[in-house]
């Protein structure tokens, strides 16, 4: 259903919907009472913005249909808050969550409500239902409590049917997947971003980045069963992603209120979900799951492997590798406010790979490109690289990876 005011619309084939051009609070209350009918709301929200106006309004416009709240969920979603979640939504009966804030959320949202549904409420029977766990599809029983999330960042995770949350002892981060995992509506309001910290936000912008770099080199293109009407329909939405993000990453580090920017970067990160549904990522994405866990951030994991393995790719791979690079480099090039940004760090669009140009892109952003940046040492690197072995993405990389030897290469390109 529709609110007279906003402009609503389908971001993917069947879910969510998107809301956007109306306060997220109205959105939201709107929503909740016409489209949804709900009754018991649950509100994950997060630590920093629970002590803020913006969620005093939140909890005004819901009021008394509020049957719990949860406070924060660390990074990279622990195994163990999503079970209390899990708990909390069955004993209060939700029908409706609703969250306010980043990724993590995002994800414990749609891995709890799994959990419900599947009366998985301790860590062995969470330990049963992620995809690494080969789960017999038709043992898994479908959610059924609907989720609108209204993200504070960039992260996309709003826009898929998985989730990634961490296993408390072994520290890796695990996947769950269902179709009926996916969010019902998401809330976009560009003025609640502004009071997110700049960091976050442009790490977070620096993670859709990654989604459209490497969607746009992926085995997709090379090997892909897709027609290529479809495979010309993915690439269309990938380099428009990355051509909105790129520059209005750009003028909001440089103008944290322009509020045109922040929308044109979350119309950016849906066309990069569009792009990237069904395309393979590769060893950024690999890597960069097994980085969180070790207290990187989200999006700061693909600001320091993104650009190495890149390189990485470009100095291993094949013709067609250095082919869907150029695709990438035209676009970055091709935006005469990031052309400037390139030439000023001394590069030029005749000479330059990828990798050197997004690497150059994310210190203008004043982002980490090493390890070292985000407290990971050398000492480290052998871990990270055997659990990025059994990362699926890994498998899906343009330059095929088939010993942990050359993912300790990647990571001695970030040192």
């Not at 719990?68 to 163990?80: A, L």
């Not at 995002?106 to 766990?133: E, P, Q, R, V």
């Not at 406010?337 to 790979?353: D, H």
Request: aromatic share 6%.
């Amino acid at each position: 259903m529709r609110h007279r005011d906003e402009e609503y619309f389908l971001a993917l084939s069947s879910k969510p919907h998107v809301s956007i051009g109306i306060p997220f609070q109205d959105a939201c209350k709107f929503h909740a009472d016409e489209t949804f009918q709900a009754k018991k709301i649950y509100i994950i929200v997060s630590s920093s913005i629970s002590k803020t106006e913006n969620f005093a309004i939140l909890r005004n416009a819901l009021g008394a249909k509020i049957c719990g709240i949860r406070h924060g969920i660390k990074p990279h979603t622990p195994w163990p808050e999503v079970l209390e979640i899990a708990s909390e939504l069955r004993d209060n009966q939700a029908d409706l969550i609703v969250t306010l804030g980043g990724g993590s959320l995002t994800d414990g949202a749609k891995i709890a409500s799994f959990a419900c549904a599947n009366s998985a409420f301790t860590l062995d029977d969470l330990d049963k239902i992620h995809i690494g766990a080969k789960p017999d599809p038709a043992s898994l029983k479908t959610c059924n409590i609907h989720i609108i999330n209204i993200p504070t960042t960039l992260s996309g995770g709003e826009y898929t049917i998985d989730g990634g949350a961490t296993h408390p002892q072994k520290h890796r981060k695990s996947i769950f997947r269902h179709h009926s995992m996916g969010t019902h509506l998401v809330i976009l309001d560009p003025a609640l971003t502004i009071s997110t910290p700049g960091r976050v936000w442009l790490s977070s912008g620096m993670r859709a980045v990654d989604h459209c770099v490497e969607g746009l080199c992926s085995v997709f293109f090379r090997h892909g069963q897709a027609s290529s009407e479809t495979k010309a329909v993915q690439e269309k939405h990938l380099m428009s992603g990355l051509g909105l993000l790129l520059p209005s990453l750009l003028v909001t580090k440089m103008n944290p209120g322009d509020l045109v920017a922040r929308r044109n970067e979350m119309l950016g990160v849906i066309e990069a979900i569009r792009g990237t549904t069904g395309v393979a990522m590769g060893a950024s994405h690999g890597i960069g799951h097994q980085l969180g866990p070790l207290g990187v951030g989200h999006g700061e994991t693909s600001c320091v492997v993104l650009p190495s393995v890149l390189k990485w790719n470009y100095q291993h791979g094949e013709s067609w590798v250095k082919e869907r690079q150029s695709k990438v480099l035209n676009v970055f090039w091709g935006h005469e406010m990031v052309a400037r940004v390139l030439s000023e760090a001394g590069l030029a669009k005749e000479t330059s790979n990828a990798g050197e140009v997004v690497e150059a892109y994310i210190k203008f952003l004043s982002m980490p490109t090493r390890l070292s940046d985000v407290g990971i040492g050398e000492d480290q690197i052998g871990a990270v690289a055997d659990n990025a072995m059994n990362d699926d993405c890994i498998l899906t990389n343009p330059v095929k990876i088939v010993e942990v030897g050359q993912l300790r290469q990647i990571l001695e390109f970030t040192l």
